[in-house]
């Protein structure tokens, strides 16, 4: 079945360092891909999205480009902030209306960033 | 506008019992999905309404149970708690179903079975 792989945590980063999160997926047919950020305390908010093959989604100065051919897409950031501390969760649509209603989570990355 | 709103946000049961779980859509979303959340398994999909109906269904035995309302408002039901139903349940709404309508999620009902 579909399924999210993404890299275990915790992520302990300088402020202004370069970040990624490497997530992987394994789907039949085309999903829409995801990176959802979970603040201490808060439900989730959607980060970026990408729908098709090649696409980059973009938010906040986080990046993540939809790769068919290797089956990720992976989370960037140039310049990291404190602010940034959170969990990240790649997650794919899980039926192929791209309905984000039924989503496949990874098991999230949490990421703490240091000044 | 207001958010997802869930009720209660914390909630300590004990194994056996049953417990009902309640979600509040934003006003105008008319798809609710709920998911809970562990430790151990991370984030898990249990199922999705739109417009009073379930369209989709996660890997969840019988005990997880759900319906929504005409006002969207959706309730989960779980019966004979288990320990290990003890998660952070979430529900998250979409105006629609359609293709890549964003989802809202709320903050959570923790739940705790002792």
């Known amino acids: 079945g579909n399924s999210v792989t993404q890299m275990e945590g915790p992520v302990t980063l300088s402020e202004e360092a370069f970040l990624t999160i490497n997530c992987t997926y394994t789907a039949t047919g085309y999903p829409s891909l995801f990176w959802y950020v979970q603040y201490p305390g808060e439900g989730l908010q959607l980060l970026l999205k990408a729908t098709k093959a090649d696409d980059k989604g973009s938010n906040k100065g986080f990046e993540a480009t939809y790769r068919k051919e290797t089956t990720s897409f992976h989370l960037e950031k140039g310049s990291v902030q404190v602010s940034d501390s959170a969990v990240y969760f790649c997650?794919?649509?899980?039926?192929?209306?791209?309905?984000?209603?039924?989503?496949?989570f990874g098991k999230g990355t949490k990421l703490s960033v240091k000044p | 506008k207001a958010g997802v709103t869930q009720t209660p946000r914390y909630l300590i049961k004990t194994r056996g019992q049953q417990v009902t779980l309640s979600c509040s859509p934003i006003s105008g979303h008319r798809s609710v999905s709920w998911y809970q959340q562990t430790p151990g398994q991370g984030l898990q999909f249990l199922f999705e309404?739109?417009?009073?109906?379930?369209?989709n269904k996660g890997n969840f035995p019988g005990r997880f149970s759900g319906r929504q309302f005409s006002n969207s408002r959706s309730e989960m039901n779980v019966s004979t708690l288990e320990l290990g139903d003890s998660a952070l349940y979430l529900c998250a709404s979409q105006r629609t179903s359609e293709l890549n309508t964003e989802a809202f999620f709320g903050q959570g009902t923790r739940l705790t079975v002792v």
């Open positions: 309404y739109f417009s009073e109906t379930q369209r």
């Open positions: 997650a794919l649509s899980g039926n192929y209306g791209g309905s984000q209603g039924n989503l496949i």
